[in-house]
């Protein structure tokens, strides 16, 4: 699945993709939500889950590296130097 395939599912189908196919990379807070940053095939997911409310909220997809740039301190590289 490419990012425009991605791009045309519901929210929720979004989420079930994520799930299935997707690799956690890390998560930040903000107020009351989780960000959970996810890579699936070539480009990046990150998954707003309102913590109140038990629900994901926004769903964003991306590519440019440099919207991780939040996430930097949390991502561990140490098998890729390896």
Do not use: C
């Amino acid at each position: 699945m490419d990012l425009y395939e991605f791009r045309q599912l519901h929210q929720e189908d979004q989420a079930q993709a994520v799930w299935q196919y997707g690799e956690h990379i890390a998560t930040k807070y903000i107020n009351l939500y989780a960000v959970l940053l996810w890579q699936l095939d070539g480009f990046y997911v990150e998954m707003f889950y309102n913590r109140i409310d038990d629900k994901i909220e926004k769903v964003r997809s991306f590519v440019s590296t440099k919207m991780l740039a939040p996430y930097l301190d949390q991502i561990d590289i140490t098998s890729v130097l390896k």
